[in-house]
């Protein structure tokens, strides 16, 4: 059995805890807050289980194997350094620092320790997703053209971090894991207009290695809440709508290619591709249900996740790179 504490108990934690207690191979038994109150719901709902407004008291505890990260992001470097160095193993909820520097810092502390630091990068444990890879990975999209990705709604706005680090995120950690790169160059321009100097709708362009582009529109101001992704091939073309919950994944057989290569427009000939919309058959199951079984396998194994220290902070690089374009008006900004 893994005993789990969880650190922050806000909008995302309480979903954290009722997943990791549905596992038979983990138990939530210590849970902190600052705000008493929400401990005080987290008792009634979890008779029995501890709690602390001092985290510092989580890992003083010999009881404790691992520890999850649910609090504000500026937060996290400390927090996660302190329990790596207490020997605890971390899921964190993304993103997993706010500067490149603190999430290289805890990727070599965790390899010091031995211990597994884990991101929650939730849609890389979605079945549409995977189930999207698997299509990239066999050749039956062709060649990748674009992806893009819509992720909007009004309301529910942080007061940590802006629009592109609380949604963008889950869209770049989606592109990376798909194309299996990272990109190489990002171009982005955003406005503030409900608070001033805190973006909250962005349109970000990324470049990758192979070619492909990558682009993202994200906003907190939008009455239309959307949460697509879409990947263009050569051979076919997929959607993903994580809102829809009958057929979240769509594929278009209809693509377009060069037939042949070619010297002058004379001998220019494209190539169509008409087929037919289908809706594959994706497993049903809850993404962070998935998340949380592969964190306790990973402490139980010894493996790395697949959402680990350094996918992290691969995110947190391109995170950075776009803030640095938002203030240059979209001037491009290198990836390193």
């Not at 996290?76 to 193993?89: F, G, M, N």
């Not at 982005?188 to 529109?217: M, Q």
């Not at 996740?305 to 491009?332: C, E, F, I, Q, Y």
Request: net charge negative; proline share 4%.
């Amino acid at each position: 059995m893994v005993n789990i504490a969880v650190i922050g108990c806000g909008y995302w934690g309480p979903n954290l805890i009722r997943n990791l207690n549905q596992l038979q191979e983990a138990a939530v038994v210590m849970i902190c807050d600052l705000d008493p109150e929400k401990l005080k719901k987290m008792e009634k709902l979890y008779p029995g289980v501890l709690t602390t407004q001092d985290y510092a008291k989580v890992l003083e505890s010999p009881e404790i194997d691992a520890v999850v990260v649910s609090t504000q992001a500026a937060t996290h470097y400390q927090i996660i350094k302190d329990a790596l160095s207490a020997d605890k193993d971390v899921l964190s909820e993304k993103p997993l620092t706010i500067l490149n520097e603190e999430a290289e810092e805890l990727i070599k502390l965790a390899r010091e320790r031995e211990r597994i630091l884990m991101v929650s990068h939730t849609f890389l444990y979605n079945t549409a997703v995977r189930k999207m890879k698997e299509y990239i990975d066999d050749g039956r999209l062709g060649k990748i053209y674009y992806l893009h990705a819509t992720r909007t709604h009004l309301g529910l706005i942080r007061e940590d971090v802006n629009a592109v680090w609380d949604l963008a995120a889950h869209d770049i950690s989606i592109f990376s894991f798909l194309l299996q790169m990272q990109p190489k160059i990002v171009s982005a321009v955003g406005g503030s207009y409900l608070e001033k100097n805190r973006v909250d709708v962005a349109f970000i362009t990324l470049t990758y290695p192979n070619g492909a582009i990558g682009n993202i529109h994200v906003g907190w101001i939008d009455s239309n809440k959307v949460r697509e992704v879409v990947v263009v091939g050569s051979k076919r073309r997929l959607l993903f709508d994580d809102l829809n919950g009958m057929e979240p994944l769509r594929v278009y057989e209809k693509g377009v290619t060069v037939e042949r290569p070619y010297s002058d427009f004379g001998e220019f000939k494209l190539l169509l591709r008409d087929g037919d919309i289908i809706s594959p058959k994706v497993e049903s199951a809850e993404p962070l249900k998935l998340e949380c079984q592969h964190f306790i396998h990973c402490i139980q194994t010894r493996e790395l996740p697949l959402t680990d220290g350094v996918n992290g902070l691969n995110v947190v690089k391109v995170l950075n790179a776009v803030d640095r374009s938002l203030k240059g008006n979209g001037v491009p900004v290198e990836i390193r």
